[in-house]
């Protein structure tokens, strides 16, 4: 009898295949051929150009960007066609999460999306699914198949560390009270004090900051954050801190969302320099201001690599956990 051996195969979806190919390029490998195309109606149509039997499948998409919603139909389109055609297991590395804000019923009558969008990933034939920095780490227990939650702080932190700012005055804030264990490991690995915001919403995608809890006058600030969508938070968050004395106000996040009036904000606002990574394409145009793009494909490559070789992945969600 032949004996069988593994295959790794990575494909792009259409949202962000500069991302795939960096990954691909620290896998030391090409990125595999799938014809994406649409129908007349708008339809979405896949189709792998090489034989995937048998093979290892990842597929590198990021639910989001103007068209979220087919980006999220194409990745669900592109697991299907390679379940049917015989792959052995299929990876959905998937850089943001697209819809996971609504990860709970705030109010009555509303959907739990994070959940559907789990449960339509696992009919689609996903096998696991790799993703950076959930709006909310219990999201993973919405799936009943495997998760690898990444992290990208330690990278955020590597770039901070790496502008010398003044350590003594250097304080990491938390824009609300549900990011505030996050920033707490992003403040011990700085060396940096902590400040925590409460943020309220007055409306849809309307952000006012009620309290802020620890000193920022004449800190370097840092207000990190999952994401950025249309900016409102952010632009909130600034303001109060400058109004409590702070004297340098930076931001950073994973998932630069920056829809609507997000790039106008930004510029608008008195901050520093808006760090943000490469799990949404930031359009070239606006990476010549105060946007800094950082890449997160490194941390993937590793994943994906790790995955596929059977080692563990706990040092990349938990830089404290070795294995």
């Keep these: 009898m032949t004996q069988m051996q593994k295959s790794l195969a990575v494909f792009s979806g259409s949202v962000n295949p500069e991302l795939a190919e960096n990954i691909a390029r620290e896998l030391g490998i090409t990125l595999g051929n799938v014809k994406l195309e649409k129908f007349s109606n708008g339809e979405i149509y896949a189709r792998y150009l090489e034989s995937v039997r048998g093979a290892d499948v990842f597929l590198v998409q990021s639910v989001a960007g103007e068209h979220v919603n087919d980006a999220l139909m194409e990745l669900l389109i592109m697991a299907d ?21 609504q990860d709970r019923k705030a109010a009555a009558r509303e959907p739990i999306t994070a959940k559907l969008v789990a449960n339509l990933m696992t009919v689609a034939g ?6 950076i920095d959930l709006h909310q780490g219990q999201i993973q227990g919405f799936f009943d198949v495997p998760v690898d939650h990444l992290t ?54 309307k952000a006012e900051i009620t309290a802020l809890i620890g000193d920022v006058n004449g800190k370097i600030c840092i207000v990190n954050d999952d994401m950025i969508d249309t900016g409102g938070s952010v632009v909130a968050a600034v303001q109060t801190l400058k109004e409590n004395g702070a004297d340098k106000v930076y931001v950073c996040c994973t998932h630069p969302v920056l829809s609507g009036p997000a ?37 993937l490559a590793r994943g994906i690599e790790n995955v596929y070789g059977n080692v563990s992945v706990a040092s990349l969600f938990d830089p404290d956990f070795a294995l």
């Design 152 to 205: 990208a702080l330690p990278i955020l932190a590597d770039y901070f560390r790496s502008k010398n700012l003044d350590r003594e005055r250097l304080c990491v804030v938390s824009p609300d009270v549900g990011r505030a264990k996050a920033a707490k490991r992003f403040s011990d690995m700085l060396g940096a004090d902590l400040a925590i915001m409460h943020k309220g919403r007055p409306g849809h995608n």
């Design 81 to 101: 066609a390679a379940k049917r055609a015989s792959a052995r297991e299929i990876t959905a590395v998937v850089s943001h999460y697209g819809y996971s804000r």
């Design 263 to 299: 790039y106008e904000r930004l510029e608008n606002a008195d901050i520093e320099e808006v760090v943000v990574c490469n799990t949404i394409p930031v359009p070239r145009e606006h990476q010549t201001g105060k946007i800094k793009v950082i890449s997160v494909a490194p941390l």
């Design 126 to 131: 996903i096998t696991r699914v790799m993703t």
